[in-house]
Structure formats: structure tokens, C-alpha cells
């Protein structure tokens, strides 16, 4: 006999037979699928950045390696603050989510979990967060306070503006920021650059995954870049990517990077090039897999910002 827990509602952008599925604790799976511990792909992308950032400034300062305890803190942070946004981005959508086809099995519309509790579960992510907030310079800790700003508005933005990927770019690409500072104690030009780079190919990958909702969102009034730029989303793309590309390499290139991190930043361009020559905005299951895509393109730039200060080492 299937038991409830089993017979839970998913969503289609979680793996089928995914951990959680499989493995969890019936009565902490709603809960893990609501903090996306399901399909992790967000919490990488949310990591990247911090890790990038991390690397370049460590490359400034004449570091031969990473220090590893910052990369494993901002490895736990990313998913811990991950799975604390979209638990809140669900408490505020709740309604719309209800009425969203690739939405509607999420844990509150699907009545596995009530908006209180989810809260307090928030609260308990957001603890953790902090805990780990604590590890890292004043400096460090400030500014990933500051983030909150933008995590509080950003669920609300698709209802007023065509433009929520961009408030997403920079809430979700804080990181780069954090990263930087957690090395070097203050912000600098190319910690900006990269961040502002990192917005740019944000708003590229989430207006692709953005396609995925448009009928269900023009249905509910509400609006994305994927709606705002329609037909017209490959040019769109072009420019986005090619110029976080440029600011990725400018970046680089004032952190004192070399040759590997040119090689990485080409080969991430292919991908991101291999995206927009592939994508299919008519097609979910084509949208979904070009915006995991994604994780590759920061497994590679890491690679060789890691690859730099070990050869400049």
C-alpha cells in the first residue's frame, strides 16, 4: 500500500526518484521539497558566486589555494539561505502557486504544509544562516545582512514589473560580494564587476526558465522577462551572456588572473552560446534542461580561477 507521504503531490522540475523521494524521513519531506533540497540546482547557483568571488579575491591578495573552511561555509550557507528564500517566496505565493501548472504540488498549496509552520521552519533556516554569517569578517557579515533587502521584495516584483529577474540577478548574485570581502575585508572594482556580470547572466537563465510558467503567468496577470521579451528572448540572450562574459573577463583580469580563467571563461561561453542556439522557449522539458545547463558554466569558471592562483602559487 502507498502511504501518503509516498503519494505526495511533486513538481515537474524535481529529478524523479530524487533523495528526498527515496530516502528522507516521510514526516521532513514536505519540508525538504520546500527548501528545493529536491532539485538543488538554485542552491548552486546561488553558490557560484560566492565561491568565485572568494577565489578572485584570494587570487588579488597572492593566495596559492582557496581557504577551505570559507568554501565550505558558503557551501552549507548556500543551501541553508536557498531553501530560507523559497520557503518565503512560497508563503507569499501560495495563492498564485495554487493556480500555476508546474507550481501547484509545492507543500503549501498542496496542503502538505501550513503557511505557519513553513514560517517556523524559515526562521530555523535563517538561524542557521546566521550561524554561519558569524564565521566571516564584520565586513562579511554586514553586507550578507544588507541582502536581506532584496530577498523581502523579490516575490513581490513579478506582480508589478516585467522586470523580477533582474531583482532576482541581484539578490540571488549577492554573493559575489560576500565572496569577495570574506578574503579581502573590502569590496573592490572587480568584486562589482563580477557581481554585475553575474546579474546580467541571471536574468539570462531565469527568463529561459521563466518560458516554462508564461501561459499560466499571463493567465494570473502576472509578468517576466520571458512575457516581456517573447519572441525576440535569443537576441535578448546574446547580449545578456556576451556581456557578462566581458564583465566576467574585466573582473578576471583586476583579480590578477591568467590564462586558465581566459580558457574557462571561453569554454563557459560556449555553453552559454550552446543554450541560445538550442533553446526552445515552446517547450518546458528544453527550457528546463538549458537553464540546469547553468551549473556547468560555474564548475568551469571556478575551475580555472582555482587552476591561477595554483599556477601563480
Given at each position: ?12 522540475d ?18 525538504l ?8 540546482i ?5 553558490l ?6 572568494q577565489?578572485?579575491g584570494?587570487?588579488?591578495?597572492g593566495r ?5 573552511w ?5 557551501l ?15 508563503i ?5 502557486d495554487?493556480?500555476v ?5 509545492r ?5 502538505e ?7 517556523i521552519?524559515?526562521?530555523a ?7 554561519v554569517?558569524l564565521q566571516?569578517?564584520t565586513?562579511t557579515?554586514?553586507l ?6 532584496l ?11 516585467y522586470?523580477?529577474?533582474?531583482v532576482?540577478?541581484?539578490t ?5 560580494l ?5 578574503a ?10 563580477l557581481?554585475a556580470?553575474?546579474?546580467?547572466w541571471?536574468?539570462?537563465y531565469?527568463t529561459?526558465?521563466a ?11 502576472l509578468?517576466?522577462t520571458?512575457?516581456?521579451f517573447?519572441e525576440?528572448t535569443?537576441p535578448w ?11 566576467w ?9 591568467g590564462?586558465?580563467?581566459a580558457?574557462a571563461?571561453g569554454?563557459s561561453?560556449?555553453?552559454?552560446a550552446w543554450q541560445?542556439?538550442t ?5 518546458p ?7 540546469k545547463?547553468?551549473r556547468?558554466?560555474?564548475w568551469?569558471v ?10 601563480a602559487?
Open positions: 500500500m502507498t502511504s501518503p507521504a509516498d503519494a505526495a503531490p511533486t513538481v515537474p524535481a529529478r524523479p526518484g530524487n533523495w528526498v523521494d527515496r530516502r528522507a524521513p516521510a514526516g521532513l519531506r514536505p519540508y521539497r520546500l527548501a528545493r533540497f529536491d532539485r538543488p538554485g542552491a548552486w547557483l546561488l557560484f558566486p560566492c565561491w568565485w568571488g577565489a578572485m584570494e587570487l588579488a591578495a596559492s589555494y582557496p581557504n577551505v570559507h568554501l565550505l561555509l558558503f552549507a550557507g548556500a543551501f541553508v539561505m536557498r531553501g530560507a528564500g523559497c520557503t518565503y517566496n512560497d507569499v505565493d501560495r495563492d498564485i495554487a493556480g501548472t508546474r507550481t501547484r504540488g507543500p503549501i498549496p498542496s496542503g504544509v501550513t503557511a505557519r509552520q513553513a514560517a521552519f524559515m526562521v533556516l535563517c538561524f542557521v544562516g546566521l550561524l554569517l566571516f569578517n565586513t557579515l554586514w550578507g545582512i544588507a541582502s536581506l533587502a530577498v523581502a521584495i523579490y516575490p513581490f516584483m513579478k506582480r508589478f514589473t522586470w523580477p529577474q533582474l532576482l540577478g541581484l540571488f548574485k549577492w554573493g559575489a560576500v565572496g569577495w570581502t570574506a579581502q575585508g573590502q569590496l573592490a572594482w572587480p568584486a562589482v564587476a557581481y556580470g553575474c546579474v546580467l541571471t536574468i539570462g531565469d529561459i526558465y518560458h516554462q510558467d508564461k501561459e499560466d503567468d499571463l493567465a494570473l496577470g509578468k517576466s520571458a512575457i516581456r517573447g525576440a535569443r540572450l546574446i547580449g545578456l551572456y556576451l556581456a557578462a562574459l566581458l564583465l573577463a574585466i573582473a578576471a583580469a583586476g583579480a590578477g588572473a590564462l586558465f580563467t580558457v571563461l569554454v561561453g560556449l555553453c552559454l541560445v542556439a533553446l526552445d522557449t515552446s517547450a522539458a528544453n527550457c528546463l534542461v538549458r537553464f545547463a547553468n556547468a558554466v560555474g568551469i571556478f575551475a580555472g580561477l582555482v587552476a591561477d592562483m595554483t599556477l602559487g
